[in-house]
């Protein structure tokens, strides 16, 4: 069946550290999102990212539709950072919208 | 310009009650979307309505039901409550199918 699924599901990092999260989908596409979910379950828009580069301070994120996967990409790593990542995917196959399970990144200081 | 807003924050209900939760979306926007995340899971797609009209749904029973207004905000509907529905229901709205922005949340809670 269609399915999101989120690489590693839980990552500990140190302040400074760099990281890569990974987002496989098992079908083609229409759109592709990454969101930061905080601790009061705000979701925060990182990157729309159907295909293709996008860099955004020390983020930055690809999408290789070809080859049905999306990395996102954290330099420097804050504190702040820390929190539950999300991709979320668009599959006009199946008309639905369907978000990752996520990964749970703790930084520490 | 304001965001998506949702209404209200918190909400507790009993089994059985029925509740209704609101979204304005984003200025611009034509479409409104609904998710439920449980705890410690991602957000699980409801629905989509988009001209007044559900276009897209998940796989949701037909308790869960919703409407959108000619200003394009929307109201979500549960009726006949389980404790299952307990969770943080996310309104989002986007141009058409493009990019989705969220709402802070409703926090259901069914006791």
């Known amino acids: 069946g269609i399915q999101v699924e989120q690489s590693p599901p839980d990552l500990i990092l140190q302040e400074g550290a760099n990281s890569t999260l990974r987002c496989n989908f098992s079908d083609s596409v229409n759109n592709l999102q990454w969101f930061h979910q905080n601790p009061w379950g705000q979701l925060i828009n990182l990157f729309y990212i159907p295909s293709g580069t996008k860099q955004n301070g020390r983020l930055s994120a690809t999408t290789v539709a070809t080859e049905r996967y999306s990395l996102l990409y954290i330099s420097s790593s804050q504190t702040t950072d820390s929190g539950v990542y999300f991709c979320a995917v668009w599959y006009s196959s199946a008309s639905k919208i369907i978000f990752g399970s996520g990964t749970r990144l703790s930084i520490r200081p | 310009d304001a965001g998506v807003t949702q209404s209200p924050t918190h909400l507790i209900k009993t089994r059985g009650q029925q509740v209704t939760l609101r979204c304005s979306p984003k200025s611009g926007h034509d479409t409104v979307s609904w998710y439920q995340q449980a705890l410690g899971q991602g957000p699980q797609f409801i629905f989509q309505?988009?001209?007044?009209?559900?276009?897209q749904r998940g796989n949701f029973p037909d308790r869960f039901s919703g409407h959108q207004y000619p200003n394009y905000s929307s109201e979500l509907n549960v009726n006949a409550l389980l404790l299952g529905d307990s969770a943080l229901y996310l309104c989002?709205?986007?141009?058409?199918?493009?990019?989705?922005?969220f709402g802070p949340g409703t926090r259901l809670t069914v006791t």
């Open positions: 989002a709205s986007s141009q058409s199918n493009y990019e989705q922005y």
């Open positions: 309505y988009y001209e007044e009209e559900e276009r």
